[in-house]
């Protein structure tokens, strides 16, 4: 029978410096470095990326293809699997409850309507909405999904996104105009995301659906990348509408990411 000496040293060795559990942290740092690479990665790259020994990054990965979150390639890289989609799906379904008091808020404050966005893959998915109280308002269903070429929430999350990666997603996605104002080419969508940039805020100015405008901005440090946005009719949102909707956006993006980051956000 192990003495109490040796079972407190088992234990250490299993736990993190944190309080947590060592291997549960390692196998979820492995799992979002899978994601950071597009999805699917060998051995030896995990090696360079983690900083951990190839035997130990061999355990957890045949732990995770047991459980259905990773699973071995023919050509033996490791890719994400799928039992991740039920996780993401209703994750960033509670990540749109969680943001509904902010959204509200935003609606309160400007009169517009208010989104949540999040990038899945190559497209924007609406994760949560607000609808305005005018009669005249902009309705984006929960669930739409969208090109982010077109929209002010596909511009904020791709404005910090290297060049060619970016170049690629429009490569895959392709560039249709959605209105006789919508970007659709590579050169002019990197403009574009320059004034993202310089603004701190995206617009889509009639480009997704003419007659509209929609201010975006990105939710700071949030768990997933995510944006919020207010959009309604150009004749509302003018440009002098822009200098007093802009930083309500942004303060409630910072509001939204503290509360995202704390164990469970404010009403």
Request: a neutral charge; aromatic letters at 4%.
């Amino acid at each position: 029978m192990p003495s109490s000496s040796a079972s407190t040293t088992d234990a250490a060795k299993s736990s993190s410096p944190s309080g947590g559990v060592q291997s549960l942290e390692r196998a979820f740092d492995l799992l979002e470095r899978m994601a950071d690479a597009g999805g699917e990665v060998g051995l030896s790259e995990l090696a360079v990326s983690s900083g951990l020994p190839l035997p130990t990054i061999h355990r957890l990965m045949r732990t995770l293809v047991s459980c259905g979150y990773v699973r071995q390639q023919p050509n033996r890289r490791y890719a994400l699997g799928p039992r991740l989609i039920r996780l993401g799906e209703s994750a960033a379904r509670l990540l749109g409850t969680w943001a509904r008091p902010y959204l509200a808020r935003l609606v309160e404050e400007t009169g517009e309507t208010a989104n949540m966005a999040l990038l899945d893959g190559d497209e924007i998915v609406y994760v949560a909405q607000v609808p305005s109280k005018h009669s005249m308002r902009m309705f984006t269903e929960v669930g739409r999904r969208v090109l982010p070429h077109s929209t002010g929430v596909g511009k904020a999350l791709l404005a910090h996104t290297p060049a060619d990666e970016v170049r690629s997603l429009l490569a895959r996605t392709g560039m249709p105009a959605a209105t006789e104002k919508t970007i659709t080419t590579p050169d002019g969508f990197l403009t574009a995301l320059e004034e993202v940039r310089r603004l701190g805020y995206a617009i889509d100015d009639n480009e997704q659906e003419i007659g509209v405008r929609c201010l975006a901005v990105t939710v700071p440090n949030s768990p997933t990348a995510a944006a919020i946005s207010i959009s309604g009719p150009a004749g509302r949102v003018t440009e002098a509408a822009t200098e007093k909707i802009v930083p309500v956006l942004q303060q409630v993006a910072v509001e939204l990411s503290a509360a995202l980051a704390s164990s469970g956000p404010a009403a």
